[in-house]
């Protein structure tokens, strides 16, 4: 089923969901399977996750265009038919979750190294696995990566944070953001079903 949802600051996010089966998971497992797929259709993985806990356990992949960082309805689609096949076949999951195919929308996270220097010059929140300079949470401007080292100007001055050191992270929704991932195409959003 393909459903329109809610985003960031009442943004619709294209969401796809297709499976419902079987939660434990191994989610360094899951993306060594995942991964191939995805790349076989000409797609970058972002994140794989699981989230919704116990009550609503649902596996979640964010993938894009390497050309365009973003993902059209028909992407999520054939990412999603793909991805439901795999998992039928190999069933690496116990239990039921759902499957979400998405983009990593506006405020994406960011997952791998290469994100830090594609984003340079956007805002962004790191959350850190344990404090470093008095904090567990540094938000400032990306100046890129150098040897495995995040660059991030804050109001307190720069920043250097080894990128294994990350627990999470995030781009901060901004205007030069909003500008900078402007949609490709609506195309069909106006046939998608609202949930909520």
Request: aromatic share 4%; net charge negative; with cysteine.
């Amino acid at each position: 089923m393909l459903r329109l949802v809610p985003g960031p600051r009442g943004r619709r996010e294209c969401r796809f969901v297709l499976h419902e089966v079987a939660v434990a998971a191994d989610l360094d497992a899951l993306t060594k399977l995942i991964e191939p797929e995805v790349k076989a259709l000409g797609f970058d993985l972002v994140r794989v996750a699981m989230t919704g806990g116990t009550s609503d356990p649902t596996l979640q992949v964010m993938a894009e265009r390497p050309d365009t960082r973003q993902l059209a309805l028909a992407d999520c689609e054939a990412i999603s038919r793909r991805l439901s096949e795999m998992l039928d076949e190999k069933d690496p999951i116990d239990g039921g979750y759902r499957l979400e195919v998405s983009s990593p929308g506006i405020d994406r996270p960011l997952t791998r190294k290469s994100d830090y220097a594609d984003w340079k010059g956007h805002e962004a929140r790191l959350k850190l696995k344990e404090t470093q300079a008095g904090a567990k949470q540094v938000s400032g401007v990306l100046q890129g990566i150098d040897n495995g080292v995040v660059l991030v100007s804050t109001p307190r001055g720069d920043r250097e944070i080894p990128f294994e050191s990350i627990a999470s992270a995030k781009l901060l929704l901004t205007d030069k953001l909003i500008d900078a991932t402007a949609p490709l195409s609506t195309e069909g959003a106006d046939s998608l079903k609202m949930e909520g």
